[in-house]
DNA sequence: CATGAATGAGGTTTCATTCAT
DNA sequence: AATGAATGAAACCTCATTCAT
């Protein structure tokens, strides 16, 4: 319906600048403030990374800080919907729940060993104490709505008596911890890759846990 | 009588510089870069903080860098005795499991969410890409002797027969996962204090959870 | 009418930074120099000395190392062009050869006593040993030409028969020596300003010895 | 007749602080200001070099420009007391002048492209302008005396008919600039270290160049 | 709209110098 | 007399930010 680039051209209408070098320096921006963190990282910097001028970043963010701001709600957005994606597949049909969790489970689990994730995190918690706002920026966008997620569908395999009556809350806060907290001492924060196999092993476990307290009443577990 | 080199004076003995100073240029360091972050955190405001002048700072750690890491291995120090004191608690009595469990948890927990912990946990998050070494730094002092020490304690648990035969280390990480990933989100990534009730909860959750799993064999559960 | 870049604004193509601040910091930097020496020499003073504030100065050298050796080489420039222009006066026309060597001599001896000159002389002296190149900086466009161009035209004379035959180098070096070796005592290093009549003095006692050694063969001297 | 050390000992009278460690912090200073400059030499290298602590220093010297002052004069002594035992050996009696001039005149060059004396010159031109009382130090003690001495020699040499009747001071001033001038060139200002061969050439032609001016009445030169 | 150049403020680090031992 | 530790001042350099073009 939408010519891609009719002559009166609608993409150039969003916020100023255009719209390409705008998104050429969100995506350097979050490399180099990943890199460097956010102080150490040089405007100039992003500016050579994007290939575009440094006032030229100024026009588009205003300040440092709204840059930050905005190249973290960037990636907070493709992290929510990378997870939201994966949630969706715990559809309630016909497959036995621990092959249901398990595909889900690692699905997640690669999703927050993504270099990308790791980044984003660890920025997240940098860089907190100077914007207290981050945290809603992100909270709005990606852990909450993908623990909410998560809760919905394990509510709605709950109804259906796959698993046991319980506070779907609760279950998808469990079973987010028992997915991610090992990867946190395994992954070495960030700064080791975590092979494969151990990733399926770590999400086995979880399952594992989750259905003992989760499962459906008279499940013989393991 | 011996002239020159008094012969013991134990306040001038390690490394340079008087230790008193030294100690407060520790403290005051780790509160400034909580605060304000590493590149944000001035050796200036460090220095006026520990009431010494800044070249004092310098004597004492050579660069900002030095520093920073000596404040960093310090409160890994105080972090690990503290968890390590608490998990000694887990001593095999008669006492019922899950009591014991929800008391080394609740402890856990709250040294968990102690500020200077999560202000901890921030920095390491914070600066791993500049500074690689911090992981072993802390690796060594705190979080993985703890991790070890739990799965000590459980195992020698799960030999008394007061748990279900298990990995033990595999069971310390669930149990760790279980208690603190929740905390994550309500903590808002420790801007946010979470009230005694909540973290009793918490508790209480991921103890049912565990021993779900983990309890012994003909457990009635819940 | 050409829109985005001009063709040709003259005052924007050489170098980074505009061309006049760049010429004003090569001034000032030369005068703070020469005044205070490298290490003493602050780059805040040669900046307000210019006219400009810091950074510009390190927008168009780089460092400060780098600004010194441009502030010596543009110096030298001024030095060998003077120095050039007074042994092109050298010309073997009619003019008696004691003559033409006073009036050169006493412009050279003029050259070497002006206070850039003996300034540039011990900056040279001063930091040469933490500047090696300086001395390629400035024998390349300095003391090196002058004494080749001189060779040059002795030689011209001798060939003339207006002097001896000889080593057009060599007696350049020793008229050289002759006029200024004796200024180095008498102005003190440059601290001291030589009158005129001294100036003279020891041009025409250099042109004697000198014509005493490579005068015309029957020449009767004195 | 002096025991070299008695009991009492004469050796700690003069000035403060124990003669050797004086000593011993003099000879550090002139190397480190001679390899570093004035302003980059650190008083803690220099104290380093000499084997003592910073404050003897200043216990010793008071501040650095004071221990500047004392190095450089310490060093001018040196210099001087070699190149007047050099001139001494222009003593009148019946060898040819031409070989006593050139015996003298290339221990003259050779000390005068001995690396102390260049380091000595290198300093002193260096500082001149922050130390204008260097220049009297030195006069005082070297260059001057020198050059008088040597006018002295030639005056008699030239009482006893060896030389020309003439100016002694202004033949002396010729002699040294026929010797040293040429060497500031061929030494890159003391960067190289020149040949013997080259320092015999460079002698042998500026005695030949000042006997043609000074050399008896009759002599037949070259 | 995009850019090269310029700026004001601030950061880490070093150094000469002085106490207290 | 000699030293380790501490200090105040200042230096070099970088950066976020803004004009003119």
Request: charged share 30%; net charge neutral.
């Amino acid at each position: 319906m939408t010519g891609a680039t009719p002559p009166a051209d609608p993409s150039r209408l969003v916020s100023r600048g255009r719209i390409d070098k705008r998104r050429a320096i969100l995506a350097a921006a979050f490399t180099v403030f990943a890199r460097e963190g956010y102080a150490q990282a040089g405007v100039s910097v992003i500016a050579a990374e994007a290939g575009v001028a440094k006032p030229t970043v100024y026009h588009h963010f205003g300040d440092k800080e709204n840059l930050f701001r905005a190249a973290i709600a960037a990636d907070a957005d493709r992290a929510m919907a990378e997870n939201l994606a994966v949630v969706e597949r715990l559809s309630a049909d016909g497959t036995d729940v621990r092959v249901l969790l398990e595909d889900v489970g690692e699905h997640l689990v690669r999703c927050y060993c993504d270099d990308r994730s790791w980044a984003l995190r660890r920025l997240l918690y940098a860089e907190l104490a100077r914007f207290p706002d981050l945290i809603d920026i992100v909270r709005g966008r990606a852990t909450d709505r993908v623990t909410e997620a998560l809760a919905d569908r394990l509510a709605r395999l709950s109804l259906a008596g796959r698993l046991r009556r319980c506070d779907p809350v609760e279950a998808a806060e469990q079973l987010s911890a028992l997915l991610t907290g090992p990867l946190e001492g395994r992954a070495r924060l960030g700064t080791r890759r975590v092979p494969e196999t151990e990733l399926s092993a770590v999400t086995r476990t979880a399952v594992r846990t989750f259905l003992c307290a989760y499962g459906p009443e008279v499940a013989e577990v393991v």
